[in-house]
């Protein structure tokens, strides 16, 4: 648990300037009548603040503990009348902290520089994640993403707490104009990339209720990457303009959402030909194609069928 603005006391009030009367205020959940370890660290700053250093068994720093029951409730004053910024936290996956910040009536003042203020601390993911997506196979060469193409997705999971993430759960959702490319998932946990098993009836293994990639250690980083072709432009969802991935990385009842947002290009070109009944269908024979033309795409701002200034060229990729 992080908290936020957590001020002792009115800063603008000058009357008793050694009064810290709104402490973080602390329980634990899951532990029954089992004593649980909180470690509190003032400042969230990874320092032991006064006296011998005090240091976790994961290797990082705090300034002191907490052995409290399930439902016990412990107040929290930062020495220095200021609990903005403190941390909380346990190393046991299978305690929850529930924690507030707020006025203590044993310890403020009925009037300033006592605050009658406060607020819950909200529990934040212990991991980040994030996604990208890069185009993997130019079909056709125009360096844009287009239909045919193929795109590499990749995901990244870092874990920024003070313990392990168990469990980590990947899920992913792909977009309905694209078709997974079979055996191109891949994990890489520290050791290297090595193949993520295709499995379900869809054989992409992060859809269908996810793939669950094991612990993340502390500082430790999960990536993952997968790639999926774009369908051909006649079978694109009509008038759909762009290949959105969505997904999500969860562990310990904690989501941190996916999301890849790829523009789609297209392009003009046909079979070109003389036509020479002018029927505007080519018969074959001497209606052979014309090789080489160059197509072009403008606007025409007047509607006088002549290219002229006002008139937008859009050939180029847009």
Excluded: C
Excluded at 185 to 197: C, D, H, M, P, Y
């Amino acid at each position: 648990m992080l908290v936020g603005l957590g001020l002792g006391r009115d800063p603008n009030s000058n009357v008793n300037p050694g009064q810290n009367g709104s402490p973080v205020w602390v329980t634990t959940v899951g532990n029954g009548e089992t004593l649980a370890t909180i470690y509190v660290d003032y400042n969230g700053d990874n320092l032991t603040n006064s006296g011998p250093v005090l240091t976790d068994p994961n290797g990082f720093h705090y300034d002191a503990i907490l052995s409290l029951k399930e439902l016990e409730r412990a107040r929290v004053f930062d020495p220095d009348g200021n609990q903005t910024g403190m941390l909380l936290y346990s190393l046991d996956p299978n305690i929850k902290l529930a924690a507030a910040w707020g006025e203590d009536p044993l310890s403020a003042s009925t009037a300033r520089p006592g605050i009658d203020v406060g607020t819950g601390v909200t529990p934040l993911p212990t991991f980040d994640a994030g996604k990208i997506s890069a185009l993997q196979v130019d079909a056709d060469g125009d360096g844009y993403t287009s239909p045919g193409d193929t795109l590499l997705y990749t995901v990244s999971i870092g874990n920024a707490s003070r313990a392990p993430v168990l469990s980590l759960l990947l899920q992913d959702t792909l977009s309905a104009d694209v078709s997974y490319v079979a055996g191109t998932t891949r994990i890489n946990t520290g050791s290297g990339f090595v193949s993520l098993a295709d499995a379900g009836t869809t054989a992409f293994p992060l859809d269908e209720g996810g793939s669950v990639l094991g612990d993340l250690a502390v500082g430790g980083n999960f990536t993952v990457t997968f790639e999926a072709k774009i369908d051909a432009f006649a079978d694109l969802t009509p008038g759909v303009k762009t290949v959105i991935n969505t997904g999500k990385a969860s562990a310990a009842g904690l989501s941190v959402p996916l999301l890849a947002v790829d523009p789609l290009y297209g392009s003009i070109g046909d079979f070109v030909w003389k036509d020479l009944n002018s029927d505007g269908v080519q018969d074959g024979g001497a209606e052979a194609g014309i090789a080489g033309v160059t197509l072009n795409l403008y606007r025409d701002a007047n509607d006088n069928g002549i290219i002229d200034g006002p008139d937008t060229d859009y050939s180029a990729p847009r």
